[in-house]
């Protein structure tokens, strides 16, 4: 089993900054991807980006490209999601997840196999 916490969420002004952590613990060495994804009130959980835990490519969706990147730690099996130039659409619970198929979907939900509880983003304008 692996454990998932996520910290950092919190209320910022638009434009601004935030730096999310998620610090897995467990059985980790099968890790082959972790990512981010956030779910805003009434709608679908939806694809931040995600980093391959060995080779460290990184992928995001189109609305984050240039504000956000993803780093992680492989020493304290921690990803991290800095956030900038945030906007009032960013708000959103936002869940880390970790993923141990290779080769499998980087955007998917269902390719998935642990989550973090979430933590609130909220973006005001």
């Known amino acids: 089993q692996v454990q998932l916490v996520e910290s950092g969420g919190g209320l910022v002004q638009a434009g601004g900054s935030l730096r999310l952590s998620c610090a897995a613990s467990?059985?980790?060495?099968?890790?082959?991807?972790m990512g981010w994804f956030r779910q805003a009130p009434g709608k679908e959980r939806e694809f931040v980006g995600a980093?391959?835990?060995?080779?460290?490519?990184?992928y995001y969706t189109d609305s984050v490209k240039g504000r956000f990147t993803i780093s992680r730690d492989n020493v304290k099996n921690t990803v991290y999601l800095q956030m900038n130039s945030l906007k009032p659409e960013d708000t959103a619970v936002y869940y880390c997840?970790?993923?141990?198929?290779?080769?499998?979907?980087?955007?998917?939900?269902?390719?998935?196999?642990?989550w973090g509880q979430g933590t609130q983003v909220t973006v005001s304008s």
């Open positions: 997840a970790l993923g141990t198929r290779w080769g499998s979907d980087w955007r998917a939900t269902v390719d998935y196999d642990y």
């Open positions: 467990g059985r980790t060495f099968s890790t082959y991807k």
């Open positions: 980093v391959n835990w060995k080779f460290e490519n990184t």
